[in-house]
Nanobody, 115 residues
Framework: QVQLVESGGGLVQAGESLKLSCAAS????????MAWYRRPPGKQREFVAG???????KYADSVKGRFTISRDIRKNTVYLQMNSPILEDTAVYYC?????????WGQGTQVTVSS
């Protein structure tokens, strides 16, 4: 069984930086893509950033230029560097991985941006 474990969430002031990590544990699997999603309070889950095996990267317009996704394939870990966070970035952040057996999700990590 493969699990994704997020870490790095917490309380951050607007304008400061925060880095989230998501590590895969368990049976080694080849992920074709890894991504970050988030669920703001009272809203639906939304895409934040994703990276596929070939290195292609996509960002939601709302975080473009502020967030950076990166991946360490050897460690099966994906990161989300959050620079200049704003209040609207407050959400539970989820890690997602696409495996040959389907989507795998982490349990989520809370990020709260304060003014």
């Amino acid at each position: 069984q493969v699990q994704l474990v997020e870490s790095g969430g917490g309380l951050v002031q607007a304008g400061e930086s925060l880095k989230l990590s998501c590590a895969a544990s368990g049976r080694p699997l080849s992920f074709t893509a890894m991504a970050w999603y988030r669920r703001p309070p009272g809203k639906q889950r939304e895409f934040v950033a994703g990276i596929i095996s070939g290195g292609n990267i996509k960002y939601a317009d709302s975080v473009k230029g502020r967030f950076t996704i990166s991946r360490d394939i050897r460690k099966n870990t994906v990161y989300l560097q959050m620079n200049s966070p704003i209040l609207e970035d407050t959400a539970v952040y989820y890690c997602n991985a696409k495996s040959p057996y389907g989507d795998i999700w982490g349990q989520g990590t809370q990020v709260t941006v304060s003014s």
